[in-house]
């Protein structure tokens, strides 16, 4: 634990010594310095719990009541703070030479100074054994990404979207705080090692009514349908860096907080992994084909959060089923399946956000039908969002098929069953996880097609060039993890056995060992032997190239034209026209609103179309919602008159009622 606090300290140092020096230069290197050592350091301490060492805590007696001030880094903490420390470092080396041309003057002090706040308030939630700490530290991080999301605060949907962002996350914080209250009422204590104790006596109905409110405190700021508003709004309006580390991480605090109340809910009915299956099945499906209908790149990498998060409520709802029926095999595929792609989602879609921030630095634009042609102009930057794109799509031998396996054998699992429940079970999984994938790949060959390939739609694409090392070296980082993570997945997936032990207490170690070792055996088989095979045959292949090309010329033409006589970029697949016989087949889902003016006549004039697909659950339920609330709380206003005196009255009013009503109940 002291390892990890230094880690804290150093990221703290570093964004407090970037906050005091200001405008200067040296603000970014000392707060992406910090990040750095601090990252490193703290990946240090996580790498030596996980891997056979001891719990480490640090508990102190303080003031505030319901428990005392309580560290604790087991293996779950240890899991989540990998991803985090890894990302974070990352993230803040691309940050250096982003926000050198994204500042444009403004002081960027502030802005590394709540980076590194926000790490070390995530890692403090990750970490935190009391209810009190817990939620100082949930607090903190929400303020401290709101300030990093409004960073361009000067433009109107910049300011819009953090405050979207501040509301969500305020509603879910309430039901957190119902959570720990409740929890307290049962432990009389806010430490987290009372409470499994105290709700082994508590009416069986309490630990449902705990794990709703845990699923929608923490689903929000998770992101799961229709708890997701804020994504699509906050991710594009933050710098790509932080869009990065909070798609990345920062959204795996709410499944930490799912998966750690796991641990002391007890056993859990069976219709609460059921409640998390249907989660995952919305929140994946929809979520990706409402990325499949975006056309800013950044908007639609948000919904692939939405998406993957989806996945990962579907293994941890594979997990509880599996938990419940006392299917070991099946709970552990789940929940490491689960557990596996928050690593991976935090690999490949950290690299896809700082890719996404490189295309809109060099061409001026987020707009995938204003962008083109830029593999050649941004070879380093393709590549590795090529990689990224692929991972996402779950195709092998890369890190998002391996976890996204274990998932589908879950499933299969669950369809071998003589349990109905199970059996529909897993045909849900089976099913979402099959049409995802698919939705995922055409979605990342329309949005890897329209940005890389063919010609340059519009000038700023034309004059792309590609971004400097301190960003490149990041993704190419990046990039490798993903390959590594498919490649060493079996080892990793061992590398979880003392997660899953946690959240299996029922089961006896050696039906987990034997599950892991099954599990590690389909991994090393489907993905590690795939890839080796691959790469054999990529190596051969390219080297049957080389010897056929050895003596003969190459030379360059224009692409084949249909006919054309003078075809132009114009007359290519725009992101729209790609998506459009997809998005047909769920325009009952998507209501998507399209307008414009069709050719018409012999010699038509300029014709024009536009599409667009606002946020279902935007729409149809939380602007009706707040609409109302505004009607309902406008009636009020007659309260707020600008009468101090008034006011103070109102106060001694409430501190009269409060005294009388104490000494009324003693």
């Not at 209810?131 to 361009?152: I, K, P, R, Y």
């Not at 149809?620 to 707040?626: D, K, M």
Request: hydrophobic fraction near 55%.
């Amino acid at each position: 634990m002291t390892l990890l606090l230094i880690a804290l300290l150093l990221m703290l140092a570093g964004g407090l010594a970037a906050l005091a020096a200001g405008r200067s230069a040296w603000s970014a290197r000392l707060g992406a310095g910090g990040a750095v050592t601090g990252g490193l350091a703290g990946l240090a301490a996580a790498l030596r719990v996980l891997l056979g060492g001891t719990p480490e805590s640090v508990r102190l007696p303080w003031s505030v009541p319901y428990g005392s001030f309580h560290l604790h880094l087991d293996a779950l903490s240890a899991f989540f703070l990998i991803p985090l420390f890894l990302l974070a470092a990352l993230a803040a080396v691309y940050g250096i030479g982003y926000m050198r041309k994204a500042a444009h003057g403004r002081n960027q002090g502030p802005s590394w100074f709540y980076y590194n706040l926000l790490t070390v308030s995530m890692a403090v939630v990750l970490v935190a054994h009391n209810g009190v700490l817990f939620l100082t530290a949930w607090e903190t991080m929400s303020l401290a990404s709101f300030f990093l999301v409004t960073f361009e605060h000067e433009e109107p949907r910049v300011r819009a979207a953090g405050w979207m962002y501040l509301v969500a996350t305020h509603l879910g914080t309430a039901f957190l705080v119902a959570m720990f209250l409740w929890l307290g009422h049962y432990a009389g204590s806010l430490d987290f090692d009372t409470f499994a104790s105290a709700l082994a006596a508590a009416p069986p109905a309490a630990a449902g009514g705990l794990f709703l409110l845990a699923v929608i405190g923490f689903g929000t700021k998770a992101g799961f349908m229709p708890l997701h508003v804020w994504l699509p709004e906050a991710h594009p309006a933050a710098p790509s860096h932080v869009s990065a580390l909070m798609s990345g991480v920062m959204i795996k605090t709410g499944i930490y907080g799912i998966v750690r109340a796991l641990t002391f809910l007890g056993a859990l009915p069976a219709w609460c992994g059921g409640l998390l299956l249907a989660i995952g099945v919305v929140s994946g499906v929809l979520g990706v084909l409402f990325a499949l209908a975006q056309h800013d790149l950044k908007r639609l990498l948000a919904y692939h959060s939405v998406e993957n998060i989806g996945i990962i409520a579907l293994g941890l709802g594979v997990g509880l089923l599996g938990r419940a029926g006392g299917l070991p095999a099946v709970a552990v595929l789940g929940f490491a399946g689960a557990l596996f792609h928050v690593l991976n989602h935090a690999l490949f879609k950290g690299l896809l956000f700082l890719g996404a921030g490189a295309v809109a630095q060099a061409a001026g634009t987020r707009e995938l039908d204003r962008l083109g042609g830029l593999l050649k102009r941004m070879p380093w930057t393709g590549l590795t969002f090529l990689i990224g794109a692929a991972a996402i799509a779950g195709l092998p031998p890369l890190n998002g098929f391996a976890s996204e396996l274990l998932v589908y054998v879950g499933g299969f699992r669950s369809l071998l069953q003589p349990v109905p429940r199970l059996v529909l079970a897993g045909a849900a999984v089976v099913g979402a996880l099959a049409l995802i994938g698919g939705l995922a790949a055409a979605c990342f060959a329309k949005a890897f097609g329209i940005m890389f390939l063919g010609e340059p739609r519009h000038a700023d694409s034309a004059g792309a060039m590609e971004v400097g090392w301190t960003q490149r070296i990041p993704m190419a980082m990046l990039a490798g993890g993903c390959i590594l993570a498919g490649l060493l997945a079996p080892w990793i997936i061992r590398g979880l056995t003392p997660v899953l032990r946690q959240l299996l207490p029922a089961t006896a170690p050696e039906a987990i060992s034997g599950a892991v070792r099954a599990a590690s055996a389909l991994e090393r088989i489907a993905v590690t032997g795939v890839g080796v095979l691959l790469t054999i045959v990529i190596a051969t292949l390219a080297l049957v190239r080389r010897r056929l090309l050895a003596d003969r010329p190459v030379t360059v033409a224009g692409t084949w034209d249909c006919g054309y006589a003078r075809p132009s970029p114009r007359m290519q697949y725009t992101a729209s026209s790609f998506a459009q016989p997809l998005l047909d087949n769920f325009h009952a889902l998507l209501r998507s609103r399209r307008g414009g003016t069709p050719p018409a006549g012999i010699f038509p004039a300029p014709s024009s179309f536009h599409s667009s697909t606002p946020d279902s659950g935007q729409r149809y339920l939380f602007n009706p919602l707040f609409a109302r609330l505004a009607g309902l709380l406008g009636r009020f206003r007659w309260l707020q008159h600008g009468r101090v005196h008034l006011y103070v009255l109102y106060i001694a009013v409430t501190l009269l009622a409060l005294l009388l009503w104490k000494l009324g109940g003693s």
